[in-house]
């Protein structure tokens, strides 16, 4: 069942066009000119309950635009967009009280108190029962590594810290819903790590439906099952992390391992169908389609200037193909 529905959702903004200068700006008093900029262009999906999913593209692409308008922060142009059985911008008391957010580094934690006192306030703001809050309290504190940091006050704490606190915070009030936006930007390895065997650990347990926006496509790998990715407004894949693999991802890298090699091999070989992208005396890399060609095909080329020992093939990762993607346009 759809929890969260977006359909022909549209969102403009109007920009100023003026002149330079004093006289511009005197033009524009008296004969106003205005260009429509449309952020999201509109777009249409249903996310089911207990949804992991990426919601991904470059800046500027939509991405934050579209949360804002599931969380009630912004209204749509056109179109309709229903969450929870709500229309967020019309009802944004009821509609927080479901949904959680993290938006990039703005904090939602008081600034001078200790952590544990921001705890409390939310407590008290989403009128959590007694057993419920100190039993997820507990609980977040063994998955986040919290307890340290609890009696610390908010301003003294590390990026890191900061963000598992904010993550625990989010999750506090068992919201159906949790909105992610770039929750892990600027964090190192360990914390990001931990952050997404959270989200996992949440949504297996309470069947919490999270849709996360990030740049960082690791977040994508280890955490989402779903992708929708969006550009210039409009939505251009929405569908399973392995279908999108199968439908980008048509990209194989090799890699050779060589001996007697006669000369620069980029140079001697000119195929369509793979292309060179390192070379050295024992060692060739090499991209090739398979809607193009084989291994074998690729493999007998290669052969007439040097003698293949060995050869390791690995499918394009999401990373890859995003870049390729953003590449192309």
Not at 25 to 41: M, N, Q, R, S
Not at 261 to 269: F, Q, S
Request: glycine fraction near 6%; aromatic fraction near 8%; charged fraction near 30%.
């Amino acid at each position: 069942m759809a929890i969260i529905e977006a359909k022909n959702l549209v969102k403009e903004y109007k920009t100023i066009i003026k002149d330079k200068g004093i006289l511009g700006y005197i033009k524009h008093l008296f004969k106003p000119k205005y260009e429509k900029f449309t952020a999201v262009d509109g777009i249409n999906f249903e996310i089911n309950e207990g949804e992991l999913v990426g919601y991904i593209g470059e800046n500027g692409a939509g991405k934050s635009t579209t949360i804002k308008m599931l969380t009630g922060i912004l209204t749509p142009t056109s179109g309709e967009v229903i969450v929870n059985g709500l229309v967020p911008y019309k009802s944004r008391i009821e509609n927080n009280k479901n949904i959680g957010a993290v938006f990039g580094q703005k904090t939602q934690l008081w600034w001078d108190l200790p952590v544990i006192e921001s705890f409390r306030l939310i407590k008290k703001m989403y009128k959590i029962p007694e057993g419920e809050y100190r039993k997820n309290l507990k609980k977040f504190t063994e998955l986040l590594d919290l307890e340290d940091l609890l009696e610390k006050q908010v301003k003294n704490l590390s990026l890191g810290q900061k963000m598992r606190c904010e993550i625990a915070a989010t999750f506090l009030h068992n919201p159906k819903i949790v909105y992610l936006d770039e929750p892990t930007i600027g964090l190192d390895v360990l914390v990001k790590e931990n952050i997404r065997r959270f989200i996992k650990n949440i949504n297996k347990e309470k069947n919490t439906t999270v849709i996360l926006t990030t740049h960082d496509v690791k977040d994508i790998e280890e955490v989402c099952d779903r992708i929708i990715l969006i550009d210039k407004g409009k939505i251009i894949f929405d569908g399973e992390k392995q279908k999108f693999k199968d439908n980008y991802g048509k990209n194989i890298k090799a890699e050779l391992i060589v001996k007697d090699k006669v000369g620069n091999m980029a140079e001697k070989i000119n195929s369509e169908n793979f292309t060179i992208t390192e070379e050295s005396n024992e060692l060739i890399k090499l991209k090739f389609s398979h809607e193009k060609t084989t291994i074998m095909n690729v493999m007998e080329e290669i052969s007439k200037y040097c003698k293949v020992l060995d050869i390791h093939m690995q499918e394009s990762e999401l990373e890859d193909i995003l870049k390729e993607i953003y590449k192309k346009g």
